[in-house]
């Protein structure tokens, strides 16, 4: 198990930036997104799950998956305000989700993560895993100091996720995030917005004391 990167050679103006990384769990690579990941990508952002609990655009065509992996996802890491990850299966090396950071802080240290699991993937742990390698790799490596979650008052499995990783709830945005569901439960119906709170989940570096270890070693990106 293992982390390797390739250091950027030019660090964005007011931030440390983030480094092209790929970290390896007993099952996972987490890796930068390629081109040959827009046609999975765009299959798993159109499930309905995450169409219920995100705000990507639908229906989310291969253009938008292109444009996110190719343009805005490389741009967001250059200019060191996120990082997207493809977490793919070490075997199959089959599209299992994606964990994003966004909203960094280099100043404090911080940043907020999110993840999305494809709806085949489900139901094995790979989101937590991939999550809390994610969260060593941030605290051990780059010297983070807090990781910030925040999930939908209604997305129970998100919510398992975080407390799985060892998150602390902090307390609930009230009214702060609007939901899709289906209009009238029709499932070729169109969608309809609704209105939820969100739960503030931080994640500290003593938090990760007792949780599996997933990511032992860390090397030069070859």
């Known amino acids: 198990m293992k982390v390797t990167e390739r250091r950027m050679t030019t660090a964005p103006t007011g931030s440390s930036g983030f480094p092209d990384i790929s970290i390896s769990t007993e099952r996972l690579v987490l890796r930068p997104f390629d081109e040959a990941d827009v046609p999975a990508y765009a299959e798993m952002m159109n499930d309905e799950l995450v169409t219920a609990w995100t705000a990507v655009p639908q229906p989310y065509t291969q253009a938008d998956a292109r444009a996110w992996i190719t343009d805005r996802a ?3 890491r250059t200019a060191g305000r996120g990082l997207a ?12 989700g994606t964990v994003q ?13 999110s993840y999305v699991t494809a ?21 051990h490596d780059q010297k983070f100091e807090r990781i910030e979650l925040r999930t939908a008052a209604d997305n129970t499995a998100a919510q398992q996720v975080a407390q799985k ?8 945005l009230r009214g702060a995030w609007i939901a899709r569901m289906r209009n009238g439960g029709d499932p070729l119906g169109g969608w309809i917005d609704l209105r939820t709170d969100l739960i503030v989940w931080s994640l500290l570096p003593e938090d990760l004391e007792g949780v599996a270890e997933h990511v032992t070693t860390f090397s030069d990106w070859s």
């Open 165 to 172: 990783i060892g998150c602390v709830s902090e307390g609930v």
């Open 119 to 139: 709806p085949w993937a489900r139901g094995e742990g790979y989101a937590s895993e991939a999550a809390l390698a994610t969260a060593q790799w941030l605290f």
């Open 74 to 76: 490389p741009a967001e």
């Open 85 to 96: 990850l493809a977490v793919t299966e070490f075997l199959t090396q089959r599209l299992v």
């Open 101 to 113: 950071l966004r909203r960094t802080d280099w100043r404090v240290r911080s940043t907020e993560l």
